[in-house]
T-cell receptor
């Protein structure tokens, strides 16, 4: 079945560690996104990529990094510079760079700093 | 600036009643809006979308209304069921393929 797969579902990080969250899609979508969700709040955009080898900062990119070496993959690294990384992270994709197209979401990764 | 917000953080309804979830947006240039449903611990699911050249769009048991004059969006759910219990988000396109989400409204359906 086509879809977006995020892994792992739960992730624990020690203070000062970098961790990488995986996002893979087999929908043949050009555009991919990472959002952060805190309890009781909406989704905030971290990074997005409209095409392979290109990505743009969203509203809260500090402390995060991404790569887009393959169309189907858009991993997110939460670096030690992110001071409050505990959150629910959601990856999404949309069909192409045209406007007015819906985004499809993965099931999320819950990151906890221990 | 661009923002999307919701009037009611929590909405409680009786099973079988109709539900109305409201959303206000501030960017008058936005021309595409989506409603998502998010169940606990899961990613948002697409419900319905609407473009700014429309004022109403219907799906199965759901209707989205867009009032561009007052920059208001609403989601109507007919005959609300327990399975409709979730958090509902409206989102607007705030730029090139960039969705801006509101804080969400929790819908609680009681038997």
């Amino acid at each position: 079945d086509g879809g977006i797969t995020q892994s792992p579902k739960y992730l624990f990080r020690k203070e000062g560690q970098n961790v990488t969250l995986s996002c893979e899609q087999n929908l043949n979508h050009d555009a991919m996104y990472w959002y952060r969700q805190d309890p009781g709040q909406g989704l905030r955009l971290i990074y997005y990529s409209q095409i392979v080898n290109d990505f743009q900062k969203g509203d809260i990119a500090e402390g995060y990094s991404v790569s887009r070496e393959k169309k189907e993959s858009f991993p997110l690294t939460v670096t030690s510079a992110q001071k409050n990384p505990t959150a629910f992270y959601l990856c999404a994709s949309s069909i192409d760079r045209r406007r007015n197209t819906e985004a499809f979401f993965g099931q999320g990764t819950r990151l906890t700093v221990v | 600036g661009e923002s999307v917000g919701l009037h009611l953080p929590t909405l409680s309804v009786q099973e079988g009643d109709n539900s109305i979830i409201n959303c206000a947006y501030s960017n008058s240039a936005s021309d595409y809006f989506i409603w998502y449903k998010q169940e606990s611990g899961k990613g948002p699911q697409f419900i319905i979308d609407i473009r700014s050249n429309m004022d109403k769009r219907q799906g199965q048991r759901v209707t989205v209304l867009l009032n561009k004059t007052v920059k208001h969006l609403s989601l109507q759910i007919a005959a609300t069921q327990p399975g409709d219990s979730a958090v509902y988000f409206c989102a607007e396109e705030g730029g090139y393929n960039k969705l801006i989400f509101g804080a969400g409204t929790r819908l609680a359906v009681h038997p």
